[in-house]
C-alpha cells in the first residue's frame, strides 16, 4: 500500500466520530446550557414522520443508546435544543416506570402548545404548606431535605402559574440553583428552590383573581 493510500486512511480514521473519541457526557452538558433551554409552557412535543425515533445520551449520532427509542404517539416534553438535537423527557405509561431523559433529532419533532402539567389545577395549600416544610428544614440547616420538599413543592404547581403577562426567569434560577446544588452549596440551593416556588405560588394567586 502506498504512503498517500496509507495518509488517506489515517485521515479517514481521524475524521470519524466514532474513532476520535466523542464525549458524550461533555456534549450532554454543552448542551445543557441555560441559553440552550426550553420553557416549561411551551415544552409539549409530538413526533413527526414514520417510524422510531433513536435515543441519544449526548447531541450527536455517535451516543447512540441501544434499544432506546420512542414512536409517533408518545408524548415528550422538550428541555433543552442544541445543534439540531432535542433533549426531550418521556414518561412510559408503565406503572412504576421512570421518566426516562434523552436527545433525538429535531427535525423528527413538532410543537404541540402544551406545557409539562397541561390543564393542571395544583392545591395552593398544599403547595404552601410545602414552602413552609422547606423553610424550617432550611432554618434546622436540613439543606438537602429543603431542596426535596420545595422541588415536591415546584413539582405540585407545574406550569399553572404562567401566563403571557408576566415576565418570568425562574426557569434560568433554577437551573442556577441545581448549579450550587452539584457544587454542594446546599445552603444557598436550598434558599433559592425554596423562594421559586413561593413566588411562583404568590404568581398563581394572583392569576386566579
Given at each position: 500500500?502506498?504512503?498517500?493510500?496509507?495518509?488517506?486512511?489515517?485521515?479517514?480514521?481521524?475524521s470519524?466520530?466514532?474513532?476520535?473519541?466523542?464525549?458524550?457526557?461533555?456534549?450532554?452538558?454543552?448542551?445543557?446550557?441555560?441559553s440552550?433551554?426550553?420553557?416549561?409552557?411551551?415544552?409539549?412535543?409530538?413526533?413527526v414522520?414514520?417510524?422510531?425515533?433513536?435515543?441519544?445520551?449526548g447531541?450527536?449520532?455517535?451516543?447512540?443508546m441501544?434499544?432506546?427509542?420512542v414512536?409517533?404517539?408518545?408524548?415528550?416534553?422538550?428541555?433543552?435544543?442544541?445543534?439540531?438535537?432535542?433533549?426531550?423527557?418521556?414518561?412510559?405509561?408503565?406503572?412504576?416506570?421512570?421518566?426516562?431523559?434523552?436527545?433525538?433529532?429535531?427535525?423528527?419533532?413538532?410543537?404541540?402548545?402544551?406545557?409539562?402539567?397541561?390543564?393542571?389545577?395544583?392545591?395552593?395549600?398544599?403547595?404552601?404548606?410545602?414552602?413552609?416544610?422547606?423553610e424550617?428544614?432550611?432554618?434546622?440547616?436540613?439543606?438537602?431535605?429543603?431542596?426535596?420538599?420545595?422541588?415536591?413543592?415546584?413539582?405540585?404547581?407545574?406550569?399553572?402559574?404562567?401566563?403571557?403577562?408576566?415576565?418570568?426567569d425562574?426557569?434560568m434560577?433554577?437551573?442556577?440553583?441545581?448549579?450550587l446544588?452539584?457544587?454542594?452549596?446546599?445552603?444557598?440551593?436550598?434558599?433559592?428552590?425554596?423562594?421559586?416556588?413561593?413566588?411562583?405560588?404568590?404568581?398563581?394567586?394572583?392569576?386566579?383573581?
Open positions: 500500500m502506498n504512503r498517500n493510500r496509507l495518509l488517506f486512511l489515517a485521515l479517514m480514521l481521524l470519524s466520530p466514532v474513532l476520535a473519541g466523542v464525549d458524550c457526557d461533555k456534549l450532554n452538558e454543552a448542551g445543557e446550557d441555560v440552550n433551554y426550553v420553557p416549561d409552557f411551551g415544552s409539549g412535543r409530538d413526533i414522520g414514520k417510524g422510531r425515533v433513536q435515543f441519544y445520551s447531541p450527536h449520532e455517535s451516543c447512540k441501544d434499544g432506546w427509542f414512536v409517533p404517539g408518545d408524548a415528550l416534553f422538550a428541555k433543552f435544543t442544541y445543534q439540531g438535537f432535542t433533549e426531550v423527557s418521556f414518561i412510559p405509561m408503565k406503572k412504576g416506570d421512570r421518566e426516562v431523559t434523552a436527545w433525538v433529532f429535531s427535525h423528527r419533532l413538532k410543537e404541540n402548545g402544551r406545557g409539562i402539567v397541561p390543564g393542571h389545577s395544583p392545591d395552593i395549600e398544599e403547595v404552601a404548606a410545602l414552602i413552609k416544610r422547606g424550617s428544614a432550611i432554618a434546622q440547616r436540613k439543606f438537602e431535605s429543603a431542596i426535596e420538599t420545595c422541588q415536591t413543592g415546584l413539582d405540585a404547581l407545574g406550569d399553572a402559574y404562567w401566563s403571557k403577562d408576566i415576565v418570568d425562574s426557569d434560577k433554577l437551573i442556577a440553583a441545581g448549579a446544588r452539584r457544587d454542594g452549596k446546599l445552603d444557598n440551593a436550598a434558599t433559592m428552590y425554596c423562594r421559586i416556588v413561593a413566588n411562583r405560588l404568590h404568581l398563581y394567586k394572583r392569576k386566579l383573581q
